[in-house]
């Protein structure tokens, strides 16, 4: 039953995945990058992770891709068209990099004696991350406070008008 | 029962399509989306290994990199704006003032 | 008390120190002030400790004050002590009062010039250098002095840098200096390698005591000798100062006839020991000052600048000194060097008295008829020129009669003739000085002469107390024959006592009446010829130069040794700057330099092509990177590396 799950779950993701490097129209990219993010929801659930899945949810397939989504309006890049590439040489590379990369990456994760077989059990997912986040991880927790409202700031900055 | 090599595995597909879409798209926003999709796969992986391990220390790691994410989109999406003030919306190689 | 002599050098280091830092803020008044009064202090100092010596038995006059540890390094080891004997302490007033005089002169003659604070710092600069060249008990600490008086020369001479001559004369004495510097430098080390100890106290007794092979001691000798020669002035390294009188004229006075030049002589009458030990250092001395002294007095006398004159005349008078010292007549030089240093520096103060009066003129023959304009000024040149040409009862008279006799008993009779005859020459010129400025009618521009003038008190009272010394001072040192002692020589036996050369005042005193005589004769006959040629009997020099035209032009230009000089060291020298300057400087420096400029652009312009611009490139960089990493780390695994 779970693997069933997963399969379909992982297929979903990876067709997603290639479909937002493939679609020429911005808006259906965005689209396929929100099936993408609710498929990993869906396998964070079944790792045990439900408060990741919950927040995967919230941050990225609403807001983030919100966020995306009013960019491309407010700029009107529904319909923009990629000119030819001038500099092919970048796909074909880029592509053959990946391959490798792929092959590489895939070769380590089987050969490494660390990926054993997953336990069954349930975690007290929120109460421990809580626990965690104001214990041993404070400093780290309070300096993305930080990052954030820098962003916030940076942000506001480089989007706004230049006055002249 | 799915053993963790799977997931792992489709981590690395996630990650290697992302790459491959910064490399081979020219439109920004697309670029961005990319790069997105790549700190997911690696989010994966960390969830992965923190079941495997039975380590909180993965899940509150995914935690920081959604934040920093939210962060960079955020940015990302300013500069974004800020390039298709000047012209630039299509292309991110018509962004190549910097060159020596 | 004597171990209080620290203070001698403190107050002009603190006038360097307070003038050189606070100057520009103090203004003119306080500045001038506080320098000389530094000096005056240190005047009284060194007054003090004379009072101090006097009051010991004349074995002990010996003291030395530690300051501190200076040099530590392996086996060599220099403290930092002051000696006060009778030789330092005579060195150490005459350079304390001569300058306490003549800085107070140089606050009226510099009046209006620009830089005044700095011209004051330099002056106790050089004040400071020369007491720690004195004072020293070691070859470093009067190496220290040695060149630091030579730094301080070199900028009061082109004190007025901006103009040409000053600028070029202050490199020509810094260079020359250089020349015996290196010598001088070389024998200290030599004397290291010997006696294993740089400090007076070890050194001289070792000398003599035939540690030392002749070789090695006529070496340490002669390389000490070349620096004495460079510092004062002697043939062949006196080029520099005739150029020097470039400088303002109180430091004429001060530096270049008074003391610094004189440094020379206070070293080898302080390391005495060293020349006896070697057989030919000793005549070496005698003879190059024997001719320096000939050669400087025949130049003096056609001379037609003021200073000029003064300058071959300090020359001259130097040789004197150097005449006694390789006689071994030690104590007649420090004699003759404290009479010149007061009759020299009042001749210099009187030019500048004259030149001030005239605007700067400074050609004796556009002078003349200053008698009753400048009263007080024409009084103490008379005084100073009577002292220099060796009159009767004024100083210069007892020293040179010292030299002289010191000079008969131990060289014979060829130096003493050639002192003789220079006493002569020097008589002439001093008095051909003295008819030509003051007397006859006025032969410059009228509208200046008329405007001539004594100078003011502050210039004055200087002027005064030299002439009283130039008179007076030489009742320190009466002949042997007049049976009344000689105080100053009295007084240096001790740092003398070891000479080994014999023979001391064995003249009968008849021998010594009849060169008194002689001298005074030859003297007699200078003035003489000078009141004929250039008073009695005008326009007859005038004939005279033109029909020994010949004669006129190889004296007026100081046998021409400048120009030799200039053709077989200068202009080689040049030409070897000029085809370094011009081939391996351009070829090899700018080229090595400019290649290298070029290949790190050429390498630039390569690397800037990696520079694209697009984002996607630098990805691509990137991810080329992982896939090596990651490459890297599994061939590690697999393969074991």
Known sequence: ?164 | MVPGEYYLILSAALFVTGAVGVLVRRNPLVVFMSVEMMLNAVNLTLVTYARVWDDVAGRVFVLLVMAVAAAEVAIGLAIIVALARHGISADVDEANLLKG | MLDYAWLIPLFPLVGVLVNGLLGRWLGRRVVAALASLAVAASFVAALVMLVELLGLDPESRSHVVPLYRWIVSGDFQVEARLLIDPLSIVMALVVTGVSALIHIYSAAYMHGEQYYERYFTWLNLFVLMMLILVLGDSFVTLYVGWEGVGLSSFLLIGYWFQREAPAKAARKAFLVNRVGDLGFALGIMLIFATFGSVTYADVLPAALSGLMTPGTATAIALLLLAGAVAKSAQFPLHVWLPDAMEGPTPVSALIHAATMVTAGVYMIARVHPLFEASASALSWVLWIGGLTAFFAATVAVVQRDLKRILAYSTISQLGYMFLALGAGAYGAAIFHLMTHAFFKALLFLCAGAVMHALDGELDIFKMGGLRQKMRWTFMTTLAGVLALSGVPLFSGFFSKEAILAGVYAQAGLLPWLLGLVTAGITAFYSFRLLFVVFYGRSRGERRRAEAAHDPSALMLVPLILLAVLAIVGGYLGLPHVLGLGNAIEAFLEPVFAGTTLTGHAAASSVIEWLMIAAAVVVVAAGAGLAYWLYLAREGLAARLTKGAEGVHNLLFNAYHVDTVYTTIVVEPLRSVGRALSETVEVMGVDRAADGLAELVGALGTGVRRLQTGLVRNYALGMLAGVVLLLGYFLARILIGW
């Open chain 1, 1 to 164: 039953m779970e693997m069933v799950v997963f399969a379909v779950l992982a297929g979903v993701a990876v067709l997603a995945g290639l479909g937002v490097v493939a679609q020429r129209n911005v808006v259906h990219s965005a689209l396929f990058l929100l099936v993408n993010f609710a498929c990993l929801a869906g396998l964070y659930i079944l790792l045990n992770a439900q408060f990741l899945a919950v927040v995967q949810i919230i941050v990225y397939a609403t807001a983030i891709v919100v966020l995306f989504l009013f960019v491309v309006m407010l700029l009107g890049m529904e319909h923009a068209r990629e000119t030819p590439d001038l500099r092919p040489y970048h796909a074909i590379a880029g592509a053959a990099l990946g391959a490798l990369l792929l092959g590489g990456v895939v070769w380590a994760f089987v050969a490494s004696p660390a990926a054993a077989a997953i336990e069954p059990g349930i975690v007290s997912d929120v109460r421990e991350i809580g626990a965690a986040l104001l214990t041993d991880f404070s400093v780290p927790f309070e300096l993305v406070s930080v990052v954030l409202l820098v962003a916030l700031i940076g942000a506001i900055v480089l989007a706004k008008t230049r006055l002249q």
